[in-house]
């Protein structure tokens, strides 16, 4: 039998956490609450957890000061920040701080089902990356010791050529949707679930311009969005994805800006 996805929320709120709670308990999933910071860091620490409800204000500290301490434990763990004060800047500070994504206040129910679907069906494959990485590592040592005579590197290199649905590739540059692996010039980078969404879809694309309105609906799901705030949205993750890709930020030759437009990946 499958294990139920597993959902923490972190509210001060009694009430709207059990509502909450009860929404999600409904649909098969396993809640726990923590009414402040404190006690969630106690709770991940452990164990983790599917995805992570938080509220951006608890009384011990605000939730984008907790984003930080929460993806130091777990990097990939999907957090949602709940506001009731949602405004740009609040938008943008969560992204920074890590979020996947953001709900208003007071909550509708099947907006945070359909919320809590969509970020738990894309972490299918990804949350199971250690334990394919680490099969995947025990395969080819195996082979390595039986054969001796084809490098570990060699086999690596070869693996995308299975399943190429699975893979895209830019020259040196290479994703897997499945484990969210980056590897350029065979070196892996690491990178944030909502970065690594923004340069699929910037690779996608490639090399034609992306909007920053396209950019901001196929890789968060936004569908409702002004340009400005597009604009403001994708500056982060452009950045962040350029300390991970670029050798000079000053002087990028990847992700290039395109002028009253968006951004364009050219390799």
């Known amino acids: 039998m499958a294990l139920k996805d597993s959902i923490l929320i972190v509210d001060d709120e009694p009430k709207l956490a059990r509502s909450l709670s009860l929404i999600l308990q409904k649909a098969d999933y396993v809640v726990t609450t923590a009414p402040d910071g404190a006690r969630a860091l106690e709770l991940l620490q452990a164990g983790a957890y599917d995805l992570v409800f938080l509220d951006i204000r608890l009384p011990d500290q605000s939730g984008i000061q907790?984003?930080?301490?929460?993806?130091?434990?777990?990097?990939?763990?999907?957090?949602?920040?709940?506001?009731?004060?949602?405004?740009?800047?609040?938008?943008?500070?969560a992204v920074r701080a890590g979020a996947r994504d953001y709900l208003l206040k007071p909550i509708n129910p099947e907006e945070i089902l359909a919320r809590a679907k969509k970020i738990l069906d894309e972490?299918?494959?990804?949350?199971?990356?250690?334990?394919?990485?680490?099969?995947?590592?025990?395969?080819?040592?195996?082979?390595?010791?039986?054969?001796?005579?084809?490098?570990?590197?060699?086999?690596?290199?070869?693996?995308?050529?299975?399943?190429?649905?699975?893979?895209?590739?830019?020259?040196?540059?290479?994703?897997?949707?499945?484990?969210?692996?980056?590897?350029?010039?065979?070196?892996?980078?690491?990178?944030?679930?909502?970065?690594?969404?923004?340069?699929?879809?910037?690779?996608?694309?490639?090399?034609?311009?992306?909007?920053?309105?396209?950019?901001?609906?196929?890789?968060?799901?936004?569908?409702?969005?002004?340009?400005?705030?597009?604009?403001e949205m994708t500056r982060w993750q452009i950045h962040e994805l350029r300390k991970a890709l670029e050798q000079d930020l000053q002087h990028p030759h990847m992700i290039i800006t395109v002028r009253d437009v968006g951004y364009r990946l050219v390799i």
């Open 66 to 93: 907790l984003l930080p301490q929460i993806h130091a434990i777990y990097p990939d763990m999907p957090v949602v920040i709940l506001t009731a004060h949602a405004t740009l800047e609040t938008a943008i500070g």
């Open 123 to 231: 972490q299918i494959q990804p949350k199971r990356k250690k334990e394919i990485a680490s099969q995947i590592q025990v395969l080819l040592s195996e082979l390595q010791a039986a054969d001796g005579t084809e490098p570990i590197s060699s086999i690596k290199n070869t693996a995308p050529q299975l399943d190429p649905t699975r893979f895209l590739q830019r020259g040196e540059l290479q994703l897997d949707l499945h484990t969210h692996l980056v590897t350029m010039h065979g070196r892996s980078i690491s990178l944030p679930p909502s970065t690594f969404d923004y340069l699929v879809t910037l690779m996608r694309h490639s090399p034609n311009p992306v909007a920053y309105d396209i950019l901001v609906k196929e890789s968060q799901g936004y569908q409702e969005i002004s340009r400005i705030e597009a604009k």
